[in-house]
């Protein structure tokens, strides 16, 4: 089982971007996905969360401006970034809560992707 997260990149103050993290796998079901985002020299923060029934939560500090979702499938999560600002500058991670998978099927508590990075410029 992997998430690849993609979709990162340099934007101006103000911008958009959108986040994309996909499972693969063999995969049966993902209970929870969510976003995560380091910047440099910082601790690890919460950004969002989208539940296997599309409940959505966000951080304060991006609600209003950010939007999780996920596929018909569920196998993919997406952040939508509005109005960028130059805080949100930070290698975001996406992860998964409550993977199962293959024939059996198997069970992941919680699984990470790799990270990728936003730049926004004021």
């Known amino acids: 089982v992997q998430l690849q997260a993609s979709g990162g990149g340099s934007v101006e103050a103000g911008g958009s971007l959108r986040l994309s993290c996909a499972a693969s796998?063999?995969?049966?079901?993902?209970?929870?996905m969510g976003w995560y985002r380091q910047a440099a020299g910082k601790q690890l923060e919460w950004v969002a969360t989208?539940?296997?029934?599309?409940?959505?939560n966000y951080a304060d500090s991006v609600n209003g401006r950010f939007i999780i979702s996920r596929d018909n499938a569920k196998t993919t999560a997406y952040l939508q970034m509005n109005s960028l600002k130059p805080e949100d500058t930070a290698v975001y991670l996406c992860?998964?809560?409550?993977?199962?998978?293959?024939?059996?099927?198997?069970?992941?508590?919680?699984?990470w992707g790799q990270g990728t990075k936003v730049t926004v410029s004021s």
């Open positions: 989208i539940s296997k029934g599309v409940t959505t």
């Open positions: 796998g063999s995969i049966v079901s993902i209970n929870s």
């Open positions: 992860k998964a809560e409550g993977i199962r998978y293959g024939s059996t099927p198997d069970y992941l508590p919680n699984t």
